[in-house]
T-cell receptor, first 111, second 112 residues
Framework: DAGITQSPRHKVTETGTPVTLRCHQTENHRYMYWYRQDPGHGLRLIHYSYGVKDTDKGEVSDGYSVSRSKTEDFLLTLESATSSQTSVYFC??????????FGEGSWLTVV | GESVGLHLPTLSVQEGDNSIINCAYSNSASDYFIWYKQESGKGPQFIIDIRSNMDKRQGQRVTVLLNKTVKHLSLQIAATQPGDSAVYFCAEEGSGTYKYIFGTGTRLKVLA
């Protein structure tokens, strides 16, 4: 494994509640990414970070926010969870122009 | 990015045969490509990568071929084993974009 830990691994939450997923790395990589994976859509980029306090949007960022206050942690927040955000969320880490490595995923169900 | 369908294409091969999985990428400016393997319930796992200044790269039992003229990438797995059963997908990184675009994947089934 590439030194990536995602938490929680599984969560069920109610519509309208805020949810925060955490990605923790021990590799000191500059870049961190949050993807969601849904049947028929593959992996889609939500947000990414290119350094502490430096983040940018991906293709499916609506309804999500991120924060990176230190190199090792990248947090994904669903401000008010909706059923359409039921998905598997993957964190990835790496350096530009090189392989990115994925965590084991966080399964989120919004009921 | 690529258009997607609701069902993953599936490749079924006999154990011991060679497998070839194809991927069409979208951006002619992409200069780095990666193949991943994803087993059920797990995160994508790196298999092999290739840069745009190369046409071919070999690893252990795997070979990646890159055809920039037609924007095509392929993954060849030699002597396919039951443990190779998984979903495989390619990723491209556009020069300077810091973003990776993923294909929807191909499911490989290894028949005993």
């Amino acid at each position: 494994d590439a030194g990536i830990t995602q938490s929680p691994r599984h969560k069920v939450t109610e519509t309208g509640t805020p949810v925060t997923l955490r990605c923790h790395q021990t590799e000191n990589h500059r870049y961190m990414y949050w993807y969601r994976q849904d049947p028929g859509h593959g992996l889609r980029l939500i947000h990414y970070s290119y350094g502490v306090k430096d983040t940018d949007k991906g293709e499916v960022s609506d309804g999500y926010s991120v924060s990176r206050s230190k190199t090792e942690d990248f947090l994904l927040t669903l401000e008010s969870a909706t059923s359409s955000q039921t998905s598997v969320y993957f964190c990835a880490i790496g350096e530009v122009g090189n392989t990115i490595y994925f965590g084991e995923g966080s399964w989120l169900t919004v009921v | 990015g690529e258009s997607v369908g609701l069902h993953l294409p599936t490749l079924s091969v006999q154990e011991g045969d060679n497998s070839i999985i194809n991927c069409a990428y979208s951006n002619s400016a992409s200069d780095y490509f990666i193949w991943y393997k994803q087993e059920s319930g797990k995160g994508p796992q790196f298999i092999i990568d290739i840069r745009s200044n190369m046409d071919k790269r070999q690893g252990q039992r795997v070979t990646v071929l890159l055809n920039k003229t037609v924007k095509h990438l392929s993954l060849q797995i030699a002597a396919t084993q039951p443990g190779d059963s998984a979903v495989y997908f390619c990723a491209e990184e556009g020069s300077g974009t810091y973003k990776y675009i993923f294909g929807t994947g191909t499911r490989l089934k290894v028949l005993a």
